[in-house]
């Protein structure tokens, strides 16, 4: 009997291009206002895959980061990450998500050593170089300013006044 893994690697390799062949979500619903819908995708068929056997993990390992999903708190963790197993000509879509507690830790940083957030954030995108990037913000807290409730009273115009330096 004959196993999949007892295929070469470049057949291997082919076969699982045919997986490669759905966009991630933040490319599907590239027009649409960003939300937490780009974080869970149900079909990962390639991740799956990978986790079967040692050989499929080899072979699919390039593949599993086309598409980058990071959170601003784990910036410091997948630099190296990158660097290391020469990633950088793989991802092909990077998308950044921060958690309201991500952004008061990096503020916190910001304030207390001078680490600011967007050096990191710059850092990741020059160190995976994606062809597409998605910035996706923490939700906002419910008991501030909504958008759509301002917008049909101001006809949705917002103003606010200019102070003048004379």
């Not at 916190?108 to 850092?123: E, K, M, N, Q, Y």
């Amino acid at each position: 009997m004959a196993f999949l893994t007892d295929l070469p690697t470049e057949l291997l390799q082919h076969i699982i291009s045919f997986l490669e062949d759905s966009e991630p979500p933040s490319i599907q619903n590239l027009h649409e206002n960003p939300s937490e819908a780009l974080l869970n995708s149900p079909h990962h068929p390639i991740k799956d895959l990978s986790r079967t056997c040692h050989r499929l993990r080899q072979t699919t390992f390039p593949t599993l980061f086309t598409n980058l999903k990071v959170s601003l708190d784990a910036i410091d963790n997948i630099l190296p990450f990158i660097t290391q197993h020469s990633l950088r000509t793989k991802v092909s879509t990077l998308l950044l998500h921060a958690t309201t507690q991500a952004l008061e830790t990096a503020t916190a940083l910001s304030i207390s050593t001078d680490v600011r957030p967007w050096v990191r954030i710059l850092a990741l995108i020059e160190s995976a170089d994606p062809h597409a990037l998605t910035i996706l913000p923490p939700p906002p807290p419910s008991n501030t300013f909504s958008p759509t409730t301002s917008a049909s009273a101001t006809n949705g115009l917002s103003t606010s006044p200019i102070k003048s330096s004379t």
